[in-house]
């Protein structure tokens, strides 16, 4: 029979001399070779090196831990708000937002700063939605307020204002202005209404005294800012800026004249719970 070559014709038996192909040869006795792990390292070595890298990591947190321990209280995730803590650090917004949720540890805070105030009485209003938690009367602060001054503010309002008026405000206006402020001007704290006094709709934070409408400052050599100043584009203008973006930092909801034409001549502040700042 003849053969058959071409592109479709099976290839011969054997292999391109004609032999046999070759076949897989038998491994010859012994230990297995060493299996290789993580890294391409036997087993051994593999778990050497796995325990050094945790006790390494098991170092480290013990050293991380033990640097925060040795912080100032203010400065701890874990810690109370020490309110004449100098600077705004990583923890002081949530420290501040805790003391809304606990009145005790809010009073506590108060009490060991060099604020004086009293006790509030009781909110007068029979509407449930128009009562302050844990609501003090500030007699004195690191700046003070033109009269009328509040009648009372929550008590996360007032440790709030306190930690601003010191490293928000003063700063600011040494910085742009070249003098400290000496008052604050203001539209007041409480005031049982809802939002923008709409007749529906959500409560203001000013219902229980946790919001403050502030409308301009007093400095030491007499000049008063008014936040109607907002866009002189002048030394004014960018110490209302720089205020607003610093209230950002302390207060859950800051809004001012670019939120809209309502606020066109005050920043509002508050500690509720919705996050807003512009």
């Known amino acids: 029979m003849t053969e058959i070559y071409g592109p479709f014709a099976p ?4 292999g391109s001399n004609g032999a046999p192909h070759d076949r897989p040869r038998p ?3 012994g230990p297995p070779p060493p299996q290789k792990h993580w890294g391409g390292l036997p087993l051994w070595a593999n778990l050497a090196l796995r325990g050094v890298i945790l006790m390494v990591g098991a170092l480290g947190v013990g050293a991380v ?7 100032p209280e203010g400065r701890k995730p874990w810690g109370q708000a020490d309110l004449d803590e100098p600077g705004i650090h990583l923890f002081t917004s949530s420290h501040l937002m805790a003391l809304r949720d606990n009145p005790d540890a809010c009073l506590a805070a108060l009490d060991g700063s060099e604020m004086e105030f009293t006790l509030a009485d009781p ?6 939605a128009c009562h302050w938690q844990a609501g003090v ?5 690191n700046i003070g307020y033109a009269s009328p001054s509040p009648e009372v503010a929550s008590c996360a309002l007032a440790a709030s204002l306190y930690v601003w008026e010191r490293e ?18 203001h539209f007041g704290t409480y005031s049982c209404r809802r939002v923008n006094g709409a007749q529906s709709g959500n409560w203001s934070e000013h219902a229980g005294a946790n919001a403050i409408d ?20 002048d030394e004014a203008s960018a110490f209302l800026r720089e205020v607003r973006d610093g209230s950002c930092a302390l207060f859950t909801g800051v809004l001012g004249p670019d939120y809209n034409a309502a606020h066109h001549d005050h920043f509002h502040l508050d500690m509720g719970r919705w996050g807003m700042c512009s």
């Open 11 to 14: 290839p011969p038996a054997g």
């Open 27 to 29: 491994r010859k006795p």
């Open 65 to 71: 831990l033990q640097y925060i321990d040795g912080l």
């Open 123 to 128: 909110s007068p209003s029979e509407t449930p």
């Open 137 to 141: 009367v500030v007699q004195q602060s």
């Open 168 to 185: 928000v405000v003063q700063p600011a206006a040494l910085a742009y202005l070249g003098a400290e402020v000496d008052e604050i001007l």
């Open 214 to 233: 502030v409308a301009g400052f007093r400095l030491t050599d007499g000049r008063v800012i008014e936040v109607t100043d907002w866009n002189d584009g």
